[in-house]
DNA sequence: CTTGGTGCAAACATTTTGCAGCACA
DNA sequence: TGTGCTGCAAAATGTTTGCACCAAG
């Protein structure tokens, strides 16, 4: 909903990640090694929002022999190179995501239930985009969440 | 600044947060020391959203002796008091902000230089309402964060 | 008095880092 | 072939917990 069809202008996303990644670690002088094709891979395979173990995980599951330590450190990797942001999360764990081409993620969390509940709210699109221009910057995405409780729970 | 103007309707800020707390601890067959009232009443002090080391420095400067674990089990019961949320983070530890009368946290966030800039999005009141009205629940709060970069920073 | 609370320090979980050997550009 | 990279295990956070003693109701 949010990409693929607002062509011209903003038009970045052509370009595979692993080219972006490949070029910028080229740019610092830095390596591209399988390792890191393998958690970029991982990582795009989650699609969405992700954190450290859940990339460790599905390595696993792809039997790709990846150190703990080196998915910290192309965690970090990416995020200079602008391929992932960190979000806020509301857990233990530092959560990232995809910085192009991402559904932003807007949720309603009940706090009476601990329930997370997917929205969708198209306004903040517009409204970002609005708020950025007043700024003169550019919108990379958002997030959004709204703390509700049942009506009855007056606490 | 919230309170003693506004009487009927939604009133339930007027009770002062140590009453709330108190008799919710009375409930649960638990006990009101003065420990926890030190916690509440540093926590009042930060006013808006705050992190438990937060808490710990502010006791700290106040000169009162509360151990580091007295405050985290303090901070958890204060949660099921239902009288601080934790909300999203994005750094390595765990933010929370008083449940009544706080005002949402809306930033934006330079991806570029890692600035985080406050910003005013009234429309997200009157938008929070109505998805909490479409769901049949009561909103508590919010917290939206925008991600955006300068516009020559095409990357 | 009794039950729950506190401080301390050790345990935990997640993330970071030092180091010796390894591999990509 | 050299510089940067990896894995390991130890260190560094941030948070939780066990225990002996203490205090609010």
Do not use: W
């Amino acid at each position: 909903m949010s990409s693929a069809s607002n062509p011209g202008t903003t038009l970045r996303i052509t370009e595979p990640l692993c080219a972006v990644f490949r070029r910028q670690l080229k740019a610092e002088g830095q390596k591209y090694t399988p390792e890191r094709a393998q958690v970029l891979d991982a990582i795009i395979g989650l699609d969405g929002i992700f954190e450290a173990e859940q990339v460790i995980d599905e390595l696993r599951r792809r039997r790709h022999r990846v150190s703990k330590a080196t998915v910290y450190r192309t965690i970090h990797l990416m995020q200079e190179a602008g391929i992932i942001q960190r979000v806020l999360s509301e857990g233990d764990q530092a959560q990232y995501q995809l910085a192009y081409g991402q559904r932003p993620s807007d949720t309603l969390v009940r706090l009476d239930t601990r329930e997370v509940i997917p929205i969708d709210v198209p306004e903040l699109e517009a409204l970002r985009e609005r708020i950025c221009r007043e700024l003169g910057l550019r919108a990379q995405g958002h997030r959004l969440q709204i703390y509700a409780v049942a009506p009855e729970d007056a606490s």
